[in-house]
């Protein structure tokens, strides 16, 4: 089976699309490419020549950064487009847009997005090869793989591991992403947070509600707190965000809870003393800055595998 | 004649300074140039180590970024100035700006500025190469020549065609530089718009201007529809969107009184159902997003003909 | 002696970091690195695979566009990061963001932020090397050297010069820089203008306070303007630009007391009129802009020497 196993998917859209098989596969690829990025000389010339679309329509340090330094280290050409910049303020469609960029012949269109499904629309219009880095309060696929990459590096694998979320589920991309991946790779998910922030039905999704953080996090292998999704609420959830850190911020006493050498993680930008104390995230088990490393290594394995062997794809 | 003929331009500002044989010499060169953008490896070594400034006061998608493709295709630097970083908002002048930007030794700077003149003002005041990628309502000259490339790849050659340029005339720069390269070129050129969007004289371009829409594409080869320039009015000089389609919006209807295989064109961002019907834009004749793809090429032929070949200039 | 220098330094924050020796070599290699900037192709693989982050979180067109250059020249990637596209506007604390670009693993962040001493606090939480791009109303390094730079070209050296600052010493990152620079090559800094201008203990950097611009350029050699900082102003220090023109704004008449071959120096963005009169600015003896052409030799100095010969720094 695995002579014969091969990555055939030209868009990464979400987690869902994504077989047991394609996950192990970039996350090795991404731990064959890490050390790439500790060399003094970091970069190989894998994809030299192929021309990568940035398109981000919301603000991003780090997501635009780590695909950006991802694809440099390639060797790719990357070219950036924001909102702000873009004929969006002009009145034109995201199609149109979409359209016009395809017509100057990229190879990949890495897109962010306010709108969830804006990425999967693309893909009936145009031919390069699209990554989602993110679309609305859809999926964010990216990280949910340098989340699992991280996990498994620790703890060898994600099967069988006790997993809790909490925070923002509602509203979370990275939620999203990260429950699909978690129970596909056999792990047991638990979340918490706000009523406001939970969804009906979190169940088919694969998670288990918990109506206390201590519930969610009782002898977990992996605590990961969510971002407060400020941006994304259109009224307010919470009463506030010091009552909020009260009932289901991450702090030590709460981690009494968890396994003793539990993993402490956050997506980031992290508001600190809200979701997370900051002896939590700065302490013992906090891999967070790991989650940014292995980000750009995950990204270079995605860039890899939708470009970088298009005779091995069976389109 | 053809053995001794050399390009000659250091500046591209404006269809005026080119002649039929600079013009057919950039057109060949670009469709020399076109396939690299279908390679698998988009990249070619001509112009490593030149550094190119791309400096844009308006906001651009598709301009820009076609000028950046086409840069990074032929290796070389690019580095991005717009108005909101730049040091304008310190109060430094538009040519204490440039002549600080040549300091830094820049083989090039394509510039886009709102104030007509702009790109001219500037070959005054520095020494490298300056190409108008659009200054207030004068000229676009690079859009100008990726539009007659896509004409010419469908109808051989623009002598004698007819041409009909339709909307906005008085505003816009694309209308300008196609109307002297469509002259220049041989082709029978009609205008039609709102008696504010016409400007006095334009005869003396060389066009004819018509009271209808259905007179100036009466059996006409091209029909080009105008963007209507909404940021460049100061007042509102149409009464309103629905009047405009309504009279001067191209549609399957009107169409009928052109040519069967009349080529549809738009310079792009489209208001949809404002200048163009959505079935107009998608269908049959179109070659809207065509010529966004030969605007790479028309860009990576200017480039090298501008920078590639300095010992062959005469200055 | 000579035998056996080495440059240091793994960070550039300040002037008073570096030795006589250290700004002798920097500005030496400097030198040795001007020329790539004046030839056909300009690129050397010197830094081919660093990443360097462009971090500026204050609007800047010569400083970001000069390292970018120079970073470019020496065939280095590179990525920019600026307060607006950032992930402070979710609310990241400035070293939470800093750690997160270390876990990309750059070689190198060049700073610039509105806060003194904020490149100083980044190098006590990252690995990269960090050169500050001006910080606050503290120092701007580069500019200084770059400066120095230019006027050793012009005078052979800078022990014994006699150069005057005229204008907002107190708000002024560059005048912090370039007196304790010019001071520690061994010349003589005399500093002049409005009283809200100065700050106290001037005399403890080196530069003696004179209470006219007459006094202070008497016999100079070098008279350097500096810029109204308009935007670092809480409450408007002077009356009106107009006195200030009148009072301390350098014109011919006034430089009838300066040496008949004195440098005249500014580091730009020029408010024309103001600090200088256009007829000085681009007279004889200014070499403002050659301070611009300098600046990318220099950055180019710096970002090798920090960055290009890794065995050769005791860490």
Known sequence: MKETYRFQHKHILGIEQLSVADILHILDTAISF????????????TLKGKTIINFFFEPSTRTRLSFEIAAKRMSADTFGITAA?????????????ACNLQAMNPDLIIIRHGS??????LTRHIDASIINAGDGT?????QALLDMMTIR?????????????????????????????FTKMGADVKVAGPATFMIPH??????RVCSTVEEAIADADVVMAL?????????????SLREYARFYGINRSRLKHAKPDALIMHPGPINRGVEMDPDVADGKGSVILEQVTNGVAVRMALLYLVLGQEGGRAE
């Open 227 to 239: 971002r407060i999704q400020k941006e994304r609420q259109n009224d307010p959830l919470i009463p």
């Open 116 to 121: 969830s499904g804006a990425p999967g629309l």
């Open 34 to 45: 890490k050390e790439i990025s500790n060399r003094s000389i970091k970069k190989v010339p």
């Open 153 to 181: 590096e620790h703890k060898g694998s994600i099967d069988g591991l006790k997993i809790a979320l909490i925070g923002d589920i509602a509203h979370s991309r990275v939620a999203h992403s990260n429950i699909l991946g």
């Open 202 to 207: 979190l169940d088919l999704l694969g998670a």
């Open 138 to 142: 859809h999926q964010h696929p990216s």
């Open 85 to 97: 910049t873009s004929s969006a303020k002009k009145g034109e469609t995201l199609i149109d847009t």
